[in-house]
């Protein structure tokens, strides 16, 4: 059983950046991947960044890559998303997700969520 809690969400100006975090419970988080999706208004939620157990490979969706940057420290059971020049439609709620395989079907823990909103 994995626990997440997502902080660090907020409000940003375009262009700025934003450092979101996840601290997960449980002793094999390090057995997990870990991901951060993001649902907009009205819109399905999709994949932003994924990153495997040992962080020895990561993945990205295509609008954010160049952008955002994932990382996980196994020690402290964290997991970040760092976020740089922010666009408007970068505004969500992000989630953090735990599965075994990375990827965009991850989907067996998820954390309760953290509002990203971009003023243009």
């Known amino acids: 059983q994995v626990q997440l809690v997502e902080s660090g969400g907020g409000l940003v100006q375009a262009g700025g950046s934003l450092r979101l975090s996840c601290a997960a419970s449980g002793r094999t988080f390090g057995n997990y991947a870990m991901g951060w999706f993001r649902q907009a208004p009205g819109k399905e939620r999709e994949f932003v960044a994924a990153i495997n157990s040992r962080g020895g490979s990561i993945y990205y969706a295509d609008s954010v890559k160049g952008r955002f940057t994932i990382s996980r420290d196994n020690a402290k059971n964290t997991v970040d998303l760092q976020m740089s020049s922010l666009k408007s439609e970068d505004t969500a709620v992000y989630y953090c997700?735990?599965?075994?395989?990375?990827?965009?079907?991850?989907?067996?823990?998820w954390g309760q969520g953290t509002q990203v909103t971009v003023s243009s």
């Open positions: 997700a735990a599965d075994l395989v990375p990827g965009r079907h991850m989907n067996d823990y």
